[in-house]
């Protein structure tokens, strides 16, 4: 179940992505950094799936489930 649209956005699950400079925006080419706000965290990724894995991991150790 998802949040109300309206609940704050929490800084403990917010990241900065940025993508290098000509890169193809599709999942398989998409070539950048993303850094954890709160824990300073950081990796270079060359795709979507890359991205969002670190995203998980990070977010995962943060927050195990129960």
């Keep these: 179940m998802s949040p109300p649209p309206d609940t704050p956005l929490s800084p403990h699950w917010s990241f900065v992505v940025q993508v290098r400079p000509g890169t193809a925006l599709v999942p398989e080419a998409l070539h950048g950094r993303v850094e954890h ?5 950081a ?3 060359t795709s979507l799936a890359e991205l969002w894995a670190f995203m998980a ?3 995962t150790a943060l927050h ?3």
Excluded: Y
């Design 57 to 59: 991991q990070v977010l």
């Design 43 to 45: 990796t270079l990724f």
């Design 37 to 41: 706000i709160v824990s300073g965290q």
């Design 64 to 66: 195990p489930a129960p």
